[in-house]
């Protein structure tokens, strides 16, 4: 793997779930995201890594998993999930770069990105991380910011906007927070080797004017009844896609779990700071949370 790293958009010590989810009137948005989690979750499976896990907001969505590596670039935000969470054999906290997974190669059958493609300004290097840790037949649920959406093409047609939403490559509408048109994530997806079974369009009503004047339920449920049509066409301002594993022989090889982000070289163990035999490395486990983040970078 290259030395080159794209910048990060570095949460430590936000206070994001409680500004955005608890007390910024979300509770529309979180309840669309959970239908729609619902219906594009496996029955089940063994291990899911959820990628970008914030303050584990879903996490107790991934509820049939057995079990769930929780990856986030910010330790803080790790911290506030497993407050939420707590420590057991059944979550793995880990702080790590997206573009650099400490993992072996086909190690998770299922995964989830919500809300964290968003901040990647190389999608594909970062869905190619996923694939590659991901075992064979293994499902991605992922969710990003579409740039096609409705409002972005009202503002366009009437000259309010300097971006054109139709055409394919990414916006950066402020620093590190991107939106990305749903064919350009469609091709990136199926060139890393993904196959795509599901799309759904969620959020169809995220207008502060409608949140305010319309019951939640009515507005979640008429949510639910058009997250269908992702299938047809995209106009919501966040989309769900399932895409399935494909083209791959082998899932990981025995119980080692962790690989150098560094050298890429496996390091056995786990419950301690781990040593790479390759490089040297010294990668800290501290209160429960493992420490992959390379600072240098
Ligand atoms: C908008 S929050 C979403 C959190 C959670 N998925 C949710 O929906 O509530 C984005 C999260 O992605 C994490 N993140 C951003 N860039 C990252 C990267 N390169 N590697 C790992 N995590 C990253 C941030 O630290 C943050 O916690």
């Known amino acids: 793997m290259s030395e080159h790293t ?6 430590e010590d936000s206070d994001y779930q409680q500004s955005f989810w608890e007390h910024g009137g979300r509770a529309y948005e979180d309840a669309v995201e959970a239908f729609a989690l619902r ?17 584990g907001r879903n996490t107790q969505r991934y509820q ?11 330790r803080s935000q790790l911290v506030q999930a497993q407050a939420r969470l707590g420590e057991s054999e059944r979550y793995l906290y ?25 901040h990647m300004a190389e999608p594909a290097l970062a869905l190619s991380q996923v694939y590659r840790v991901m075992a064979p037949e293994g499902v991605f649920i992922l969710e990003f910011a579409n740039k096609r959406n409705l409002k972005a093409i009202m503002r366009f047609w009437l000259g309010q906007q300097g971006w054109n939403p139709f055409t394919p490559d990414l916006v950066e509408f402020a620093a590190l927070n991107f939106n ?20 759904r369009t969620v959020s169809h009503f995220r207008v502060g004017f409608l949140k305010r ?3 939640l339920r009515f507005l979640v449920g008429l949510d639910a009844l058009l997250q269908w049509t992702g299938r047809l066409v995209q106009a ?15 899932d990981a090889a025995g119980d080692v779990l962790f690989q150098c982000p560094r050298c890429q070289t496996v390091i056995p163990g786990a419950g301690d700071d781990l040593v790479c035999g390759g490089c040297g490395a010294r990668w ?7 420490d992959f983040r390379m600072k240098t970078d």
Request: a positive charge; charged letters at 20%.
């Open 6 to 11: 794209p910048p990060i958009c570095d949460y």
């Open 94 to 118: 880990v702080a790590a770069d997206v573009y650099r997974l400490p993992f072996v190669d086909g190690c998770f059958d299922g995964s989830t990105m919500i809300r964290t493609l968003h």
């Open 64 to 74: 049939h998993y057995q079990r769930v590596a929780l990856v986030d670039y910010s």
């Open 180 to 199: 990305f048109h749903p064919k350009a994530i469609k091709r990136d997806l199926q060139a890393i080797g993904f196959v795509i079974e599901r799309v």
């Open 284 to 290: 800290p486990f501290q209160d429960g949370i493992y």
């Open 39 to 55: 219906r594009l979750l496996p029955p089940g499976g063994k291990a899911m890594l959820e990628l970008g896990a914030g303050a």
């Open 213 to 215: 004047t319309m019951p």
């Open 236 to 250: 919501s301002p966040s989309v769900f896609v399932r895409a399935r594993v494909a083209g791959k022989q082998r």
